[in-house]
């Protein structure tokens, strides 16, 4: 299992190469999840492989391209755009599946939307429609957090009564309406899969409070909160969970309902993403100051070679 320990240090190092390189730093982290994609419009930074910035060995699995790109919003806002993640149930630690939203934080995002697909347990939530995540159950049985993380990092144990940020929230909500669709909401299971639920299990997650169930997510929004950036996740519900529909859910069908909604959940991130009230960048943003920390750092330390 990587431990926290190990990845600190290769994020710092992956924030001072970003500053080599001239890259711009980002605003916004944006992840989509699997075959939701969108097009953003013509990028500061063409699509580059996740591997160029990782400091492991990676797989993509059918549906996500695992690459990244920067992008500027309306506004002047700079997004950090990840095409695909990782996922625990590859093999991958928890450290490792945040690493790419971690780097983000660390480079100054103090913003994130991140999209997956999930199974509903609500049949008010059929095959099509997208939800906000209000809240989750982490039932995958790890944690981003697990180890010793350094302590510029944020609380040791961060409070996550509003881990999906309410007014990001209600700005979706606002741009949905104004497309003409209702965005719905719920409470999010995450499980580590990769095999679907049974009937049991979405009973039991039924009675527990949740609505949507999927296999992501969860452990960036909790690495992303201990760093202090805001977040906005949705879910596409792509099938209705064991025990309430005829047929068996596929990958397959995953897949083709993500194609079939890309246009309605790529325009709700451009609304959000364009949106004047989405807040401005925030300079006393944690992961600024550890940006400018990191780089001090390392620029001492070269000094004194």
């Known amino acids: 299992m990587?431990?926290?320990d190990a990845m600190a240090p290769e994020l710092d190092l992956q924030v001072a190469c970003w500053s080599a390189r001239g890259w711009p730093n980002p605003d916004l982290v944006l992840v989509t999840g699997s075959a939701l994609e969108v097009d953003l419009g013509e990028p500061l930074l063409p699509p580059?492989?996740?591997a160029a910035i990782v400091p492991f060995p990676i797989r993509a699995i059918e549906g996500h391209r695992l690459t990244?790109?920067?992008?500027?919003?309306?506004?002047?806002r700079v997004v950090l755009y990840f095409r695909g993640r990782l996922h625990c149930y590859q093999g991958f630690d928890p450290h490792q599946v945040v690493f790419p939203v971690r780097l983000a934080a660390l480079l100054g995002a103090d913003l994130a939307i991140l999209t997956?697909?999930?199974?509903?347990?609500?049949?008010?939530?059929?095959?099509?429609s997208i939800a906000a995540l209000a809240d989750h159950l982490s039932l995958g049985g790890g944690s981003p957090l697990r180890g010793d993380p350094p302590r510029s990092w944020g609380e040791r144990f961060p409070a996550l009564n509003d881990a999906y940020d309410p007014a990001l929230r209600s700005l979706a909500r606002a741009v949905a309406h104004g497309q003409g669709f209702e965005l719905h909401e719920g409470v999010y299971a995450w499980?580590?899969?990769?095999?679907?639920?049974?009937?049991a299990e979405i009973t039991m997650l039924a009675r527990a409070g949740a609505t949507l169930v999927?296999?992501?997510t969860v452990p960036e929004v909790v690495a992303l909160r201990q760093l202090g950036v805001r977040c906005a996740a949705f879910s596409l519900v792509?099938?209705?969970a064991a025990g309430l529909a005829g047929s068996l859910p596929t990958h397959q069908e995953v897949m083709a309902?993500?194609?079939?909604?890309?246009?309605?959940?790529?325009?709700?991130?451009r609304g959000i993403l364009d949106h004047p009230d989405l807040p401005g960048p925030d300079p006393s943003h944690a992961g600024r100051r550890q940006r400018e920390r990191i780089l001090a750092s390392r620029s001492s330390a070269g000094r004194a070679t």
């Open 2 to 4: 990587a431990a926290v």
């Open 48 to 50: 580059l492989p996740l």
């Open 68 to 76: 990244f790109e920067l992008y500027r919003a309306a506004g002047g």
């Open 116 to 128: 997956n697909a999930a199974g509903s347990l609500d049949r008010a939530m059929p095959p099509g």
């Open 191 to 199: 499980l580590l899969g990769p095999s679907y639920e049974t009937p």
């Open 214 to 216: 999927g296999m992501s």
């Open 238 to 240: 792509t099938n209705l």
């Open 257 to 269: 309902e993500g194609e079939r909604a890309a246009a309605r959940i790529g325009g709700l991130l």
